[in-house]
C-alpha cells in the first residue's frame, strides 16, 4: 500500500475505532438496548473498512467477493436496528433475510461476469428496498428523549448513506480503475455517515440535563428532568407549571411520561431512584438542593 492510501485508511480507522470506543462508554454509562444496537452497526462497518483496505492493496477477485459478502452483514444488522428504532411492523422482519439472500446470490454472480456497474445498481435497489420501512413507519418518541434523537442520526446517516450509494453508480468505473480515487471514495464514504453519530457521542457524554445517574433516567426528555427535579425539591405541581411558566396540564403530561419511562407509579418512588441513585453514582449539578 502506498503512503496516500496508508494515510487516508489510517485516518479512516482512527475516527471508526473511536466512534466505537465512545458509543462503548456510553452504553457502558447508560445500558441502553437501542444505543447496544448502535454499537453493533458501527462495529460491522468498522470490519467493512478493514476489508476495503485489504481489497484495495492486494486487489484480487478473491478479495472483492469476501468485500461484497462482508458488505450483507451491513444488510442485516443496520435494518434490525432501524426497524427495532423505528417501531417497524415485525411481520417486515422476514424481508431483510430474503432480500439479503437474493442480493448475495446476484451480487456473486454479477461478479463472476464482471459487471461491476450493475453491481452498484443492484445494491441501491437492494439497499433502498431494505431501509425504506424506516421511512414510512416511524415510533413516536417524546422531542429531545434519547430514542428521539437517535431517530433523528439515524435517519440523516442512512440518507447520507444512500446518497453515496447512489452516486457510486456513475462514479463506478473510477472507484475501480483509479488508486488514489477508489481511496478517498471510500474512505470520504466511511466517514461521512459517521458525523451525525460523533456529534451524538459529543452531546451524549458531555451533556449535564441527565438529573440522575441511573440508566432509565438517560431516556428522559429535558423538560422531563426539570419536572423530575422540581418534584425531588419538593415542590408541588401547580409550583411547578409557575416555575416553568407552563400549564398545570403540562406539568401533569411530563410527570405521566417519566413515570412511564422509570416504570414507578407516583412520587415518593421516583425519590427513592434518586436515593439509589446518589448511593451509585457521583453527584452531579443538577442534584437537588438540601
Known amino acids: 500500500m502506498n503512503t496516500v492510501n496508508l494515510i487516508i485508511w489510517t485516518s479512516v480507522y482512527s475516527v471508526s475505532l473511536a466512534h466505537i470506543v465512545l458509543f462503548a462508554l456510553i452504553y457502558s454509562k447508560y445500558k441502553n438496548k437501542i444505543e447496544l444496537f448502535y454499537l453493533i452497526v458501527l462495529i460491522n462497518i468498522f470490519i467493512l473498512a478493514v476489508i476495503i483496505m485489504l481489497s484495495l492493496m492486494f486487489n484480487n477477485s478473491n478479495v472483492i467477493i469476501i468485500l461484497v459478502n462482508c458488505i450483507l452483514t451491513l444488510y442485516i444488522t443496520v435494518p434490525l436496528y432501524g426497524y427495532y428504532l423505528f417501531g417497524v411492523n415485525k411481520k417486515y422482519y422476514k424481508n431483510i433475510f430474503i432480500l439479503v439472500i437474493l442480493e448475495a446470490v446476484t451480487d456473486n454472480i454479477l461478479i463472476m461476469l464482471n459487471a461491476m456497474n450493475i453491481l452498484y445498481v443492484s445494491r441501491v435497489v437492494f439497499y433502498f428496498l431494505l431501509l425504506i420501512p424506516i421511512f414510512i413507519h416511524k415510533k413516536k418518541y417524546e422531542k429531545n428523549s434519547m430514542e428521539w434523537k437517535m431517530q433523528k442520526i439515524t435517519k440523516i446517516t442512512v440518507t447520507t448513506f444512500l446518497v453515496f450509494m447512489i452516486l457510486s453508480i456513475p462514479f463506478s ?21 459517521q458525523i451525525p453519530g460523533l456529534l451524538y457521542c459529543k452531546k451524549r457524554l458531555f451533556d449535564n440535563d441527565v438529573l440522575f445517574g441511573k440508566a432509565e433516567m438517560a431516556s428522559l426528555s429535558k423538560r422531563e428532568n426539570e419536572v423530575a427535579l422540581a418534584i425531588c425539591n419538593g415542590l408541588k405541581y401547580e409550583e411547578i407549571a409557575q416555575k416553568m411558566c407552563v400549564s ?10 417519566l413515570y412511564r419511562k422509570l416504570g414507578i407509579n407516583n412520587n415518593r418512588e421516583l425519590m427513592q431512584i434518586f436515593m439509589e441513585s446518589q448511593k451509585n453514582d457521583t453527584p452531579q449539578q443538577n442534584k437537588p438542593s438540601q
Do not use: P
Not at 250 to 256: G, P
Open 173 to 193: 468505473k473510477y472507484i475501480f480503475e483509479i488508486s488514489y480515487f477508489s481511496s478517498l471514495w471510500w474512505a470520504a464514504f466511511t466517514l461521512s455517515y
Open 248 to 257: 398545570l396540564s403540562t406539568v401533569k403530561k411530563h410527570s405521566f411520561n
